[in-house]
């Protein structure tokens, strides 16, 4: 089974950015359906931003949609996510998640695996 490991939070001024890694040990994970999810204080986990290597496609929500870009490392079995124009309701622990199962890449559902998140917080 896949162990992920998200990097890369902290704090940041609004209209700042971070960059969030999510390194993968026990198999290739570059290669996979795999998604973004952040998780407010109090709020449920929601959907941030998605890829389906195998096709090349990624997915983003609309509240990210312009400042948010994932990307990934093969060499390094690494996803990443670049937040740019950080704004106050970003703040959240961010997760990647893996083992895609459907039914859709914008679902937490969809996923087998997570990471243990990074916290993201952005002062205003």
């Known amino acids: 089974q896949v162990q992920l490991v998200e990097s890369g939070g902290g704090l940041v001024q609004a209209g700042g950015s971070l960059r969030l890694s999510c390194a993968a040990s026990?198999?290739?994970?570059?290669?996979?359906?795999m998604g973004w999810f952040r998780q407010a204080p109090g709020k449920e986990r929601e959907f941030v931003a998605g890829a389906d290597w195998t096709v090349g496609n990624t997915l983003y929500a609309d509240s990210v949609k312009g400042r948010f870009t994932i990307s990934r490392d093969t060499a390094k079995n690494t996803v990443y996510l670049q937040m740019n124009s950080l704004q106050a309701e970003d703040t959240a622990v961010y997760y990647c998640?893996?083992?895609?199962?459907?039914?859709?890449?914008?679902?937490?559902?969809?996923?087998?695996?997570w990471g243990q998140g990074t916290q993201v917080t952005v002062s205003s």
């Open positions: 026990g198999r290739t994970f570059t290669t996979d359906t």
């Open positions: 998640a893996t083992d895609f199962r459907g039914p859709a890449v914008a679902e937490t559902r969809s996923y087998g695996s």
